[in-house]
């Protein structure tokens, strides 16, 4: 089994410390913020993480879920590390939170930048960001399966993997994909973000990629790509059509495709060092009112991101 | 026919009281953001975004296009007045802009620049009425190759128009280039040059270098050569903007060619800040007054605002039809669309037309009050230069301080902004130009991840750089460029003639 995700996210202690955030929430609220509240985005702009935010933001301005207002700031400096350390050096201060993903967990490891994930204080998760593996739509490659078979006959790194960052979560997948077509490999070409990858897969300047739905989803519904399955154990839950003929549930999971590889991003949001129970209440309070609205819904289908996660039992079932 | 019928559809969306309303609001609002360094179009636009969401979308866009467009208007005024660009784009107009209003001529070069601008945006939102569909195809060609050979030609285009002897150009461009090494490599995802500092992350930002470099340096100067403006004695004439329209005519093929490398950077996308330094660039080497350039020609304010507004404007496009910003700002717009409920990519033009169109109108006319709004104020901007240097130059200061700080909210830049400006006035003193160390740090970055993505792509071998027609005529456009002194005069010398320069290094 290839869990990567799971295996760099299981840590019982972040989702523990989630949930036991989730469940205080019920009591009354005694903290609320006195100044504008920043919002650290560790990546630059117009990615997912960025428009998350921005989405939040939003939503919040726009049904007036806090007296304060919420500034989204960007701080993508090494790999979002100038982010993680900026939010590591703001002790005690619940005035600011932090967007992540998985440069979270990456960046440390990347570049030796002294920080670790449990110097912040989870706030809660969002919503786990999917993966799918997509092709120009005028390659020959109908199924994950033939494509990674063309991968193995075909000369070693001929066919080219375009990604967002390096030594990040689209190279990890990379690298899972490539142990199945082992010995042979894919040429990882590394791009500013995740707009640009899928430009260039309809550009055919790269073979394939792995966006996120929300990267790539606009190139789907006009036809230039296709995708070839979902790195989740599930299919996705959304069945309404987007393009002509195919909803987000009709893409086939990697794992019936036959590539045993899943891999998923957490879209979570972390506090400061330090910040007491009434403040992390706050915030988890304030998330639940975001995501109970309408907008909030529209947004995660049309990212086809995975929602589950936001209740409960199943949300400790997948991380124990 | 049936675009224009779509668009006389538009202005009747975009002509309503309260969209008019929003466009002025928007404008005045650029204006402001663009004449404060630092705070670039991209962060006002972020800063005013959340305002928009209780607005209807076309609305919302209207207004936040327009403070785009106010924002690249105003961006020029600082530039030509006190040497400071106030956004990135700006730095070619610095040029030749700032001379002019040395000698007196602030008010001129205000005009030119602004009806440069105006010229550029028209030329761009033309080409995206008519053209977008097939615009937006011929962005999809470009691949890393295709990007590293434009970067090139920037490049090319750029060499050679130091002021100083060639070793000191090359010397200024390389530290240039190591210092937009500094921070995260993209390619291998290692930090570079860091030393440990955590500071250095995110390497040396463009725009503080500039603030230093420009800003500060300048002030140091100016403050030694006795506090005062130069140009301070020019006289305020209220007929400036009639008597500089009398002479735009003449550099209609400047204005032309900085249209078509501005509509073509803006789309590819390769952005608005390279398309100013590349039109500079040709601009000097094919006028008849080329060794005029620098020392305060209309031409060299012409060049760079047309490319810079049309390239602008232009970035729009890949964003509404592939879904890719061409520009900070458009990504920014980007996450907008996303929050009116909008998918911008391939199919936004035919689901939402009235939005679309709606925008294409606003663009038309958002660019002509915006035009009306800054020309209004010429004679005011010009006045500015009457205050006594010792009055405004502390708020200068001042403003440079807090744009470098508003960059990434740290103090840690106003140090490096600090630090920058002692080595624009060192560079001063010494007779080393400054414009290739700056174009160095914007363009070496994305340079070197172009460069080293189309080496992944072709396994190593450099021929993928003749591989197609689009890129090797680009190519070869460059190297014909980087060599074109040498071949002037060897062609000279074969000749027979005198020894002609022909557009070689002053």
Redesign the interface.
């Known amino acids: 089994m290839l869990r990567y995700a799971r295996s760099s996210l299981a840590s019982a202690s972040v989702a523990l410390g989630i949930l036991a955030a989730l469940t205080q929430s019920a009591t009354a609220q005694a903290w609320e913020p006195t100044k504008p509240v920043e919002f650290i985005v560790p990546a630059g702009t117009g990615g997912g993480a960025d428009q998350m935010a921005r989405f939040v933001q939003g939503v919040v301005a726009k049904h007036g879920l806090m007296k304060q207002p919420m500034v989204v700031i960007n701080k993508p400096g090494g790999a979002g590390a100038e982010g993680f350390l900026e939010i590591k050096g703001a002790n005690k201060d619940p005035h600011k939170i932090v967007i992540t993903l998985s440069n979270l967990f990456t960046t440390p490891l990347g570049t030796g930048v002294p920080f670790n994930w449990k110097d912040l204080t989870p706030v809660g998760m969002l919503a786990l960001d999917q993966f799918i593996l997509w092709v120009n739509s005028e390659a020959e490659f109908k199924s994950a399966k033939a494509y990674l078979d063309a991968v193995k006959v075909g000369d070693d790194r001929k066919f080219k993997m375009g990604g967002t960052g390096s030594k990040q979560e689209d190279q990890i997948i990379t690298v899972a994909l490539e142990r199945l077509t082992a010995p042979k490999k894919m040429t990882y070409v590394p791009f500013k973000g995740g707009g640009d990858v899928a430009v260039q897969l309809v550009g055919k300047h790269i073979d394939s990629t792995v966006n996120n739905p929300i990267e790539a989803v606009a190139q789907w519904r006009a036809g230039s790509l296709r995708p070839l399955c979902l790195f989740d154990a599930k299919r996705s839950t959304y069945t309404e059509k987007v393009t002509k003929d195919m909803a987000w549930s009709d893409i086939p999971t990697c794992k019936e495709a036959g590539i045993d590889v899943e891999y998923q991003m957490l879209r979570g949001v972390f506090g400061a060092p330090g910040i007491s129970k009434e403040q992390v209440a706050f915030y988890v309070d304030l998330f639940r009112k975001v995501a109970a609205t309408e907008d909030w819904k529209d947004y995660m289908e049309k990212g086809a991101y995975n929602q589950t996660m936001m209740s409960g039992d199943q949300f400790v079932s997948l991380f124990v | 026919m049936d675009d224009i019928a779509s668009l006389m559809g538009g202005f009747a969306v975009a002509l309503s009281w309260y969209n008019v309303f929003l466009m002025m609001i928007g404008i005045l609002l650029g204006v402001i953001i663009g004449v404060l360094p630092g705070l670039g179009g ?1 962060n006002g636009v ?2 005013l ?2 305002l928009t ?2 607005m209807p979308p076309t609305s919302a866009i209207i207004m936040l296009s327009c403070i785009y467009w106010g924002a690249l208007f105003g961006g020029a005024i600082t530039s030509i007045l006190f040497n400071i660009p106030g956004e990135p784009w700006s730095v070619a107009t610095t040029f030749d802009g700032h001379p002019m209003a040395q000698k007196g001529r602030a008010d001129e070069a205000l005009t030119a620049a602004f009806t440069s601008s105006f010229v550029g945006a028209l030329f761009a939102v033309i080409v995206i009425t008519f053209l977008a569909p097939l615009v937006a195809k011929f ?6 190759a295709e990007f590293f050979s434009v970067q090139f030609l920037t490049f090319a285009s750029f060499i050679g128009m130091g002021r100083g002897s060639a070793p000191k150009t090359i010397a200024s461009m390389c530290l240039g280039f190591a210092l937009a090494a500094v ?9 570079r040059m ?1 030393f440990g500092f ?1 500071d250095l ?3 040396f930002g463009f725009l503080i270098a500039v603030i230093g470099l420009f800003g500060i340096g300048e002030m140091l100067n100016s403050m030694e050569e006795g506090l005062e403006f130069k140009g301070a004695d020019g006289k305020l004439r209220l007929n400036a903007v009639l008597r500089t329209w009398a002479q735009l005519p003449r550099y209609w093929f400047t204005s032309l060619r900085s249209c078509l490398i501005g509509c073509w950077m803006g789309i590819t996308p390769g952005g608005a800040t390279p398309a100013s330094f590349m039109s500079y660039g040709l601009a000097k080497r094919f006028s008849k007054q080329g060794d005029a350039f620098g020392k305060g020609t209309i031409e060299g304010v012409v060049a760079p605002e047309t490319a810079a507004h049309a390239a602008g404007t232009s970035a729009l496009l890949p964003m509404l039809t ?4 061409g520009s ?1 700002t458009a ?2 717009l ?3 669309l ?2 009116w ?1 909008l ?5 936004l033009f035919v689901e939402q037309k009235e939005f679309v169109w709606g925008l294409i109108a606003s663009m038309y006319l958002g660019n002509i009050a915006g035009l009306i709004v800054v020309l209004t104020c010429v004679p005011l901007f010009a006045a500015i230069l009457r205050v006594p240097f010792s009055i405004i130059a502390p708020a200068i200061m001042v403003i440079c301080a807090v744009g470098a700080y508003t960059v ?2 740290a103090m840690f830049d106003v140090w490096v902004m600090v630090a920058f400006g002692i080595v624009g006035y060192t560079f001063n003193k010494l007779g080393y130009p400054l414009a290739p160390l700056v174009l160095a740090l914007v363009l070496g970055d994305q340079a070197e ?1 172009s460069f080293r ?1 189309a080496m ?2 072709s ?1 190593g071998s450099v021929t993928i750089f003749f591989s197609n027609a689009l890129v090797a005529s680009i190519m070869s456009l460059g190297l014909l460029m980087l060599f074109w002194p040498l071949l002037g005069s060897l062609l000279g010398t074969m000749r027979g003639a005198p020894r002609k320069v022909v557009g070689a290094k002053q």
């Open positions: 991209a972020a800063i975004l959340p969401f209780s962005a999809l060609r470009f691949g890393p921070g995260l490599d993209s390619v291998t995802g290692q930090l860091t955590t992350l995110k390497g592939l879904g890719i910003p900070p990504a920014v980007l996450g907008g996303l929050i409920g998918q911008p990519g391939p199919l990434n909210n991840s993505q992944l792509i396994q």
